[in-house]
């Protein structure tokens, strides 16, 4: 059996050619934006946070119903059942299921794949599940075609695991094994994002204002140079000192270089970034506060697209899962 290249654990990487696991590990590739990207860094930005949170914490708190179907075809709720009080009740002794699939939601958006450890009793019945962080999970198949995981532990130990024993949670999939997250296929976005972010920093860390050239008359000692830098940041750096009045003395006149961010259209480059992650993760803008264009008669249009069109497939997607790992379902 041919194994997918992408399935194949640890697999080599060169920094000219880096796998995408190396590139996670030491935090991200650089964009042309000039910043590293990562999916933990990504999701530092608003926009990102914000839609992450909406996606997993309004999925989780949807309820979880396990059906019986009775021999003349009708469907019964059993509300005993022990999958709907793993997943809507006690998950393990440590997590309640709607944390549980709140984390599993959440990493699967933002990394691509949620996991967690089915713990099954004499009888194969599900009993508990445990979380397990998706940067320490590999993919492998075996040459009989077993597909299995393998945990790499805190203690560096690596452990093996049947995939009936993973409930595996997929963002979209381009290989059927494993989820892409949006954020790894749109870093050049992100990265934008992110250095729009920090340039709006640093303005509002210098003090507010455009970068200024300090003018001295003839010439300085290094040591004089440093000194007036010094008593000029500490004055006026910094937001509680912007618009604070400036007091130039002997002969030292002040320039104002460099382009105000309204007129580069920082703050609209900005904006640009938030329309398009909420693009990215299938939800209106209204979802991560952009009321720009949202109106009474379309927003609650725009609510039920977000049920059809966005957490609709990824549903389906999750139901499919837990019918074939958690209901027997199973190979």
């Given at each position: 059996m041919l194994l997918p290249d992408i399935l194949r654990p640890f697999a080599s990487s060169t920094l000219k050619n880096p796998e995408q696991w190396f590139t996670d590990l030491i935090g991200g590739g650089t964009t042309r934006a000039g910043v590293a990207v990562s999916p933990d860094k990504a999701f530092g930005l608003p926009a990102v946070f914000s839609v992450v949170s909406f996606l997993a914490e309004v999925e989780s708190s949807l309820p979880v119903s396990v059906f019986r179907r009775d021999s003349d075809g009708?469907?019964?709720?059993?509300?005993t059942h022990p999958v709907t009080r793993l997943?809507?009740?006690?998950?393990?002794?440590?997590?309640?299921?709607?944390?549980?699939r709140q984390a599993m939601i959440a990493s699967a958006e933002l990394r691509g794949n949620g996991y967690a450890e089915i713990v099954r009793n004499d009888h194969d019945q599900p009993i508990e599940l445990w979380f397990l962080d998706s940067r320490n999970m590999t993919?492998?198949?075996?040459?009989?075609?077993?597909?299995?995981?393998?945990?790499?532990?805190?203690?560096?130990?690596?452990?093996?695991?049947?995939?009936k024993d993973v409930l595996h949670r997929r963002a979209l999939t381009l290989n059927g094994f494993l989820g892409v997250s949006p954020l790894t296929i749109c870093r050049e976005n992100i990265g934008i994002g992110l250095a729009g972010e920090g340039n709006a920093a640093a303005f509002y860390g210098n003090g507010s204002v455009p970068n200024l050239a300090l003018t001295v008359p003839g010439s300085i000692s290094p040591k004089?140079?440093?000194?007036?830098?010094?008593?000029?940041k500490e004055a006026h750096g910094g937001v509680d000192n912007a618009h604070k009045t400036a007091v130039i003395q002997g002969g030292m006149t002040i320039e104002k270089i460099g382009v105000d961010p309204d007129n580069a259209q920082a703050l609209e480059s900005r904006k640009f970034s938030v329309t398009d992650i909420a693009r990215m993760f299938r939800?209106?803008?209204?979802?991560?506060?952009?009321?720009?264009?949202?109106?009474?008669?379309?927003?609650?249009?725009?609510?039920?697209?977000?049920?059809?069109y966005s957490l609709a497939p990824r549903?389906?997607?999750?139901?499919?899962?837990?019918?074939?790992?958690?209901?027997?379902?199973a190979p």
């Open positions: 009708a469907t019964h709720k059993d509300s997943l809507q009740g006690r998950a393990n002794p440590m997590m309640d299921g709607l944390s549980l993919l492998e198949i075996f040459d009989d075609g077993t597909l299995a995981y393998t945990y790499t532990q805190a203690d560096g130990k690596r452990v093996g695991l049947r995939a004089l140079l440093k000194e007036n830098k010094r008593q000029w939800v209106p803008p209204h979802i991560v506060g952009d009321l720009e264009k949202a109106t009474f008669s379309n927003i609650e249009e725009q609510g039920r697209e977000v049920v059809r549903l389906k997607r999750w139901e499919t899962e837990i019918d074939t790992k958690l209901l027997g379902a």
